[in-house]
């Protein structure tokens, strides 16, 4: 059988050699141009606008906010002001304790034996009717009854020298505070027949007293209010009066000034006001009056007036 014909292959270029001959070799990629810059993002579109419910629930939501924390702050303070006020309760209750504690301790030491005790007692009390004003009417009371009992007239009873002797230390004490403070409840303060013979009372309140009967000879009264007090029966041989008020108060319940029959022999009475007194039967020998307003008083029967 005849051979078919070989195929010619065709001529290749020299170009084309080349490129057989180095089969790893590729067309350089054209030159890439310049990146082009970034572009700004786009603008995400418009929300839809919110219902009309919703909207009326956020305006809504900041006063409740408000309503909110202002009642939280309201109860936050009335909390505050009942534990203040049980605070306050608790400490008027221990106080109140304190003070019938302490009243009932002074009172209990002024029996004792001594005198020292008895001096810290007195002070107690003084310290108290400063303190609580509940306790000081009956302090004062107590006080009042302690000199009664402490000082006695019949103290003043024996010879001249032990009459006119001063009160001892305790009831002196005594009765500088009651002096200083007076009746505290609008009470009569009761010194009657006490001896309380050369007592320091100077300046003393002892308005609408009763001092019936008491020895106040040589006492020392200069400026004392002694306003309706009644002095009747009252030893007051050479006592001090230099400016005492001795008139009477008006009122319905008031009490002339009463002196009848007082021995005031000797008494400094200068510029003392008697004004409505009862001195009736009064000893005035050798009695001081310069300057004493006696307009109203009673002097039927008063030896020594000249």
Known sequence: MPSSPRRRRPRLSTTSR?????PDARPAPP??????APSAPAAPPPLPPAPPARRAARGLLLPVAVLLVGLAALGTLWIASRSLAATEAQLALTAQSQAAQRF??????LDSAKADIRLGAIYGLDSLIRDSAKDAA????????FVRSRAPIENCAGDTAQALQRPAEDVQAAITVIARRGSVSGDRLNLSRACLAGADLTQAHLDRADLTGTDLSRATLARAR???ADLSDGV?????FTGADLRREDGADAWTT???QANLTGANLTSANLTGADLAGAELTSARLTGANLTGADLREATGVS
Not at 18 to 22: G, P, Y
Not at 31 to 36: K, M, T
Not at 104 to 109: K, Y
Request: no cysteine; hydrophobic share 40%; aromatic share 0%.
């Open 31 to 36: 030159r890439a141009s310049a990146a082009p």
């Open 258 to 260: 009463r002196l009848r």
């Open 236 to 240: 007051l041989v050479q006592t001090d």
């Open 104 to 109: 009932t301790e002074a009172v209990g030491q």
């Open 226 to 228: 002694l306003r309706s």
């Open 138 to 145: 009956r302090g004062v009371q107590v006080l009042t009854a």
């Open 18 to 22: 080349i490129r057989r001959a180095r």
